[in-house]
């Protein structure tokens, strides 16, 4: 999952120094963003259709649904990425900024990034719950729930990434951004799946006491399930603390250091920018190898996208021999 927010007009505004040295790096990152912006939106979108498809017929759960919706957000981020390279196109080649790129970049980043700490809380509670009180997980937590709170999110991330249009600061919009949709929820998060893991972990060893059973063995199957998606959604949220931890450096910087002025900040700056593009990058192959039923899925997608490829070549070729003959 990719957050973000490089609202590159806010931070311009605060740097009283020119950039155009950065002639270069800025090339670099170009094609960086690029590269990028492909590997997310089409890693992602990959992702996105084998959920909507689901030829396996096991992807219709509540927690399949917070993942197809953290996969359109991180879709999302990879147009944000689009985006970025073609604004710094545009300002190498020497054309100066683009207020609208900034604006359209903004817009999308914030509410994306926005719905995808959000989705990442909502997961956490959804696997809380299946592990912490597995016989109340089909009562709290249904299809139709999961579907209320994925429109309250990004009902939330529209009214919220407005805020700066309003008569609130930037510099406050920032420091509240940092520290309400990082710094807060990576304590909770922290906390919640270290409680998840440990419980997963005494579940484990209390079945290694059990006697072999028919009963014992489906336990088994099942915590081990409930483990590989557990640990796949910690490596989700460690890259998600690796990928943010830089920006939310550089918002302080950016704030309460005289050192914003110099070259070496300049460049950090945009290598935030892309180490954000990190998470949104990871997560699709994330879901591929560590849980088996998106990679049977995946697979069959391919197969049949594949198998249809060949009986459209296989006609179109019988069509032109039967034209050829006079059949």
Not at 116 to 144: E, H, W
Not at 174 to 197: E, G, M, Q
Not at 257 to 276: D, G, I, M, P, Q
Request: proline share 3%; glycine share 4%; with cysteine.
């Amino acid at each position: 999952m990719n957050f973000t927010p490089s609202i590159i007009s806010t931070i311009a505004s605060e740097q009283p120094t020119s950039i155009g040295q950065l002639s270069t790096e800025r090339l670099g990152f170009i094609i960086l963003d690029f590269m990028f912006g492909t590997i997310i939106t089409v890693g992602n979108a990959f992702l996105f259709v084998t959920i909507y498809r689901d030829p396996c017929r096991c992807l219709r759960t509540p927690s399949v649904f917070l993942i197809a919706n953290l996969s359109v957000a991180d879709f999302f981020m990879g147009i944000v990425s689009y985006i970025r390279a073609v604004e710094l196109t545009y300002f190498y080649c020497g054309f100066g900024d683009l207020l609208v790129l900034n604006l359209i970049e903004y817009f999308i980043g914030a509410v994306s990034i926005l719905a995808g700490v959000s989705t990442l809380i909502a997961m956490s509670y959804d696997r809380y719950i299946a592990v912490i009180k597995p016989f109340q997980y089909p009562q709290k937590i249904t299809n139709a729930r999961v579907k209320v709170a994925i429109a309250i999110i990004w009902i939330n991330a529209l009214v919220m990434c407005v805020l700066p249009i309003a008569d609130v600061k930037k510099e406050n919009f920032l420091l509240a951004y940092c520290y309400s949709h990082f710094v807060i929820p990576s304590f909770i998060l922290t906390a919640v799946y270290v409680k998840i893991y440990k419980m997963v972990a005494h579940q484990r060893q209390e079945l290694k006491d059990v006697r072999a059973s028919l009963t014992a063995a489906n336990k088994r199957k099942q915590l081990e399930r409930e483990n590989r998606m557990v640990i796949t959604f910690m490596l989700i949220l460690f890259i998600f603390y690796l990928s943010f931890a830089p920006y939310f450096i550089h918002v302080q910087i950016l704030y309460f250091c005289s050192c914003r002025n110099s070259y070496a900040y300049k460049v950090y700056f945009f290598v935030t920018n892309e180490f954000l593009s990190l998470s949104s990058m990871v997560d699709p192959f994330m879901y591929a190898w560590r849980l088996p039923k998106f990679n049977r899925s995946l697979f069959l997608c391919f197969r049949r996208w594949r198998g249809r490829n060949v009986v459209a070549v296989w006609n179109g070729t019988s069509s032109n021999q039967n034209r050829a003959t006079g059949h």
